[in-house]
């Protein structure tokens, strides 16, 4: 069963703390997503990264920062929370090449507060 | 830049009827995929149907189908004999196949509630 696994389903972190949400995937996925998810907006992708140690920025990529060490591993980062940055957070990985496979599989989410 | 756009934030239907959601989309590219997921309560995002461009064949799975009309940029999801579980939000999604640029563009969502 194919898996995308979020380190944390609720988190509550205070004003200018750093914050690290982490994302796994075991299936050998090149391409990673985090997005943000907001009431009346949708989903809006944060960063994506389509093979280790690349990213690039989504739209809304200010105040956040990711890191893709390793294949299966994607970490977003939060430098200094503020609480317009209060939301959900859906991590998503997909296999590359325009021939393959393209579904995406998410996470479950983590609702982050930041009191 | 692609968009896409969801205008209904929220439809309902009675049990047993047909809904259909609707999703319009900007692109220059010619070939790409479209997907509507679906997102109940317990969060999971889950790939509903999936529409490759190229095909003029519109897709079908079970009580799902998409009308995709590539030159008007529309792709609506119809969901016949709605059941209770049909309950969630719903997106609509354009992948472009462009290798480093294949992420997911997202629709803002369209809430459906099944009236029993």
């Known amino acids: 069963d194919v898996k995308v696994t979020q380190s944390s389903r609720y988190l509550v972190k205070r004003t200018g703390e750093k914050v690290f949400l982490e994302c796994v995937q075991d299936m050998d996925h090149e391409n990673m997503f985090w997005y943000r998810q907001d009431p009346g907006l949708g989903l809006r992708l944060i960063y994506f990264s389509y093979d280790v140690k690349m990213k690039e920025k989504g739209d809304i990529p200010e105040g956040y920062s990711v890191s893709r060490e390793k294949k299966e591993r994607f970490s977003l980062i939060l430098e200094s929370a503020s609480t317009n940055q209060t939301s959900m957070y859906l991590c998503?990985?997909?296999?590359?090449?325009?021939?393959?496979?393209?579904?995406?599989?998410f996470g479950q989410g983590t609702r982050l507060t930041v009191v | 830049a692609q968009t896409v756009t969801q205008s209904q934030p929220e439809m309902s239907v009675q049990e047993a009827e047909t809904v259909t959601l609707s999703c319009t989309y900007d692109t220059s590219e010619s070939d790409y995929y479209l997907f509507w997921y679906k997102q109940p309560p317990s969060r999971q995002m889950i790939l509903v149907i999936r529409q490759e461009a190229y095909k003029q064949q519109n897709a079908t799975e079970n009580r799902f189908s998409v009308n995709f009309q590539k030159a008007a940029k529309s792709f609506s999801l119809k969901i016949s004999d709605s059941q209770l579980g049909d309950a969630a939000m719903y997106f609509c999604?354009?992948?472009?196949?462009?290798?480093?640029?294949?992420?997911?563009?997202f629709g803002q969502g369209t809430r459906l509630t099944i009236n029993p």
């Open positions: 998503a990985s997909s296999a590359g090449g325009a021939a393959g496979d393209t579904e995406a599989f």
């Open positions: 999604a354009y992948r472009s196949l462009v290798q480093g640029a294949q992420k997911l563009v």
